[in-house]
């Protein structure tokens, strides 16, 4: 398939299908990061990319024998693995026979979350979401080490004329959206500190709220966004989730227990977890918004500077 | 209420798949767009308030309301911005254009 909109819109519905795949799985947190950062975020940032390297792919030279080969002899493999596997939902799995059972039956009194997920993802493996926070910090420092670039002052005239030819554009888009911001912002919120009870948390409260800042953007102009946002300090933000998620395991480690435990937090263990949690999924939700915001900015602002400016209403 | 309830559902599927037959059949994408743009607001609506009917729990009923409202806020504006971007960049021209030369050819 050569049109690459075509493609990316395909991903997008793939990721949506699949969102449901997980919910009928029971697995409704993974299917709420899958519906917000699949579905989402990730097919609106490769669609600014798209309206930068333009829509056609080009015509590719090498032979793709060689490539089909090695897929169907690694998928083969694959489902060759697959044959001594357990069968599917069985109890006596080795999956189910580990960790599982204690994080089932003792979860509610060692961490006393509702949702065994959060407390597994936030308590037990504290360290590997950590690992994630900061790959998801370090991806958002390269993008922004590769793609910044130095702003040039834009006069305000301009910027007034263009918002106006856009506000009679957009006119519709632009009254519905601003009536469903807010909504979407308080709906990240609620993500964000609901995550304890029910499905969600910080990776997924922070791309929601993102989601929510892009819109602005793409219906109010990069510059009206530019003056609502300020990047240093967007910058500083993502910072300061991975400070803040990394500073809670110094506290927990400097009150005499160790790295991420979170009972030191508190004169009661349980407090101490609840109160651990809500400090890391908060560093966590910061951290994404933060980096997904830069990045789409960035990406944005390339898009500006690119020589084929025809694709501007798109 | 059961009653109702399957009326509201039958008359949504119908309105999707006449919606989907609309956009496969249709000749340009103006009509297809009217044909997916108008169906899809009703068929969501109606299939929602049946749901809505039948179930007992009222936190569902709440949350089929809310997502009522959020539909019939986006789906008519998605159906705008598409045709909107569609007119901004000359679609019609292109495809009469496309029409008339396919004519020509048959002529």
Same mark, same amino acid.
């Given at each position: 398939?050569?049109?690459?909109?075509?493609?990316?819109?395909?991903?997008?519905?793939?990721?949506?299908?699949?969102?449901?795949?997980?919910?009928?799985?029971?697995?409704?947190?993974?299917?709420?990061?899958?519906?917000?950062?699949?579905?989402?975020?990730?097919?609106?940032?490769?669609?600014?990319?798209?309206?930068?390297?333009?829509?056609?792919?080009?015509?590719?030279?090498?032979?793709?024998?060689?490539?089909?080969?090695?897929?169907?002899?690694?998928?083969?493999?694959?489902?060759?693995?697959?044959?001594?596997?357990?069968?599917?939902?069985?109890?006596?799995?080795?999956?189910?026979?580990?960790?599982?059972?204690?994080?089932?039956?003792?979860?509610?009194?060692?961490?006393?979350?509702?949702?065994?997920?959060?407390?597994?993802?936030?308590?037990?493996?504290?360290?590997?979401?950590?690992?994630?926070?900061?790959?998801?910090?370090?991806?958002?420092?390269?993008?922004?080490?590769?793609?910044?670039?130095?702003?040039?002052?834009?006069?305000?005239?301009?910027?007034?004329?263009?918002?106006?030819?856009?506000?009679?554009?957009?006119?519709?888009?632009?009254?519905?959206?601003?009536?469903?911001?807010?909504?979407?912002?308080?709906?990240?919120?609620?993500?964000?500190?609901?995550?304890?009870?029910?499905?969600?948390?910080?990776?997924?409260?922070?791309?929601?709220?993102?989601?929510?800042?892009?819109?602005?953007?793409?219906?109010?102009?990069?510059?009206?966004?530019?003056?609502?946002?300020?990047?240093?300090?967007?910058?500083?933000?993502?910072?300061?989730?991975?400070?803040?998620?990394?500073?809670?395991?110094?506290?927990?480690?400097?009150?005499?227990?160790?790295?991420?435990?979170?009972?030191?937090?508190?004169?009661?263990?349980?407090?101490?977890?609840?109160?651990?949690?809500?400090?890391?999924?908060?560093?966590?939700?910061?951290?994404?918004?933060?980096?997904?915001?830069?990045?789409?900015?960035?990406?944005?602002?390339?898009?500006?500077?690119?020589?084929?400016?025809?694709?501007?209403?798109? | 209420?059961?009653?109702?309830?399957? %009326?509201? +559902?039958?008359?949504?599927? /119908? $309105?999707?798949?006449?919606?989907?037959?609309? =956009? @496969?059949?249709?000749?340009? &994408?103006?009509?297809?767009?009217?044909?997916?743009?108008?169906?899809?607001?009703?068929?969501?609506?109606?299939?929602?308030?049946? %749901?809505? +009917?039948?179930?007992?729990? /009222? $936190?569902?009923?709440?949350?089929?309301?809310? =997502? @009522?409202?959020?539909?019939? &806020?986006?789906?008519?504006?998605?159906?705008?911005?598409?045709?909107?971007?569609?007119?901004?960049?000359?679609?019609?021209?292109?495809?009469?254009?496309?029409?008339?030369?396919?004519?020509?050819?048959?002529?």
């Amino acid at each position: 398939m050569k049109d690459l909109l075509a493609v990316v819109m395909l991903l997008g519905i793939y990721s949506l299908l699949s969102a449901s795949f997980f919910v009928t799985m029971d697995a409704v947190d993974v299917a709420f990061t899958e519906a917000a950062v699949g579905a989402g975020v990730s097919t609106l940032l490769m669609l600014v990319a798209i309206t930068m390297t333009g829509r056609k792919e080009h015509p590719t030279r090498h032979k793709p024998l060689l490539a089909i080969v090695v897929v169907i002899i690694t998928g083969s493999l694959l489902i060759y693995g697959t044959l001594d596997m357990p069968r599917f939902g069985l109890a006596e799995a080795p999956i189910h026979q580990h960790v599982a059972p204690r994080y089932i039956n003792d979860s509610m009194q060692e961490i006393g979350v509702p949702n065994i997920v959060t407390s597994v993802l936030a308590s037990y493996r504290a360290f590997d979401t950590f690992g994630e926070v900061v790959v998801i910090f370090t991806a958002g420092m390269g993008v922004l080490a590769l793609l910044s670039m130095v702003r040039r002052s834009e006069d305000t005239e301009n910027i007034d004329s263009n918002n106006y030819s856009m506000h009679e554009q957009h006119l519709i888009l632009r009254i519905v959206s601003k009536m469903l911001i807010p909504f979407i912002l308080m709906f990240a919120f609620y993500v964000q500190f609901h995550g304890d009870f029910g499905p969600g948390g910080g990776f997924q409260a922070g791309v929601i709220f993102a989601s929510a800042i892009f819109l602005y953007t793409m219906l109010f102009g990069m510059n009206t966004a530019r003056r609502v946002i300020n990047q240093a300090f967007i910058q500083i933000l993502a910072a300061t989730g991975v400070l803040l998620y990394g500073s809670v395991g110094v506290v927990s480690l400097l009150n005499g227990k160790s790295f991420f435990d979170y009972s030191a937090l508190a004169s009661d263990p349980i407090a101490g977890q609840h109160l651990g949690i809500l400090l890391i999924e908060l560093g966590v939700g910061i951290t994404v918004a933060a980096v997904m915001i830069i990045i789409f900015f960035n990406f944005a602002d390339r898009r500006n500077y690119s020589p084929n400016k025809d694709s501007e209403n798109s | 209420m059961q009653v109702i309830s399957a %009326l509201f +559902l039958l008359i949504g599927s /119908f $309105l999707c798949l006449s919606g989907g037959i609309g =956009i @496969l059949r249709f000749p340009d &994408f103006y009509t297809r767009m009217h044909a997916v743009g108008v169906t899809d607001t009703l068929a969501t609506a109606m299939i929602l308030i049946g %749901l809505i +009917l039948i179930s007992s729990d /009222f $936190l569902v009923d709440v949350k089929l309301v809310i =997502i @009522l409202l959020m539909t019939l &806020f986006i789906s008519p504006t998605a159906s705008h911005a598409l045709a909107n971007a569609a007119l901004h960049n000359d679609l019609a021209k292109k495809d009469k254009k496309s029409n008339d030369e396919v004519t020509s050819s048959n002529s």
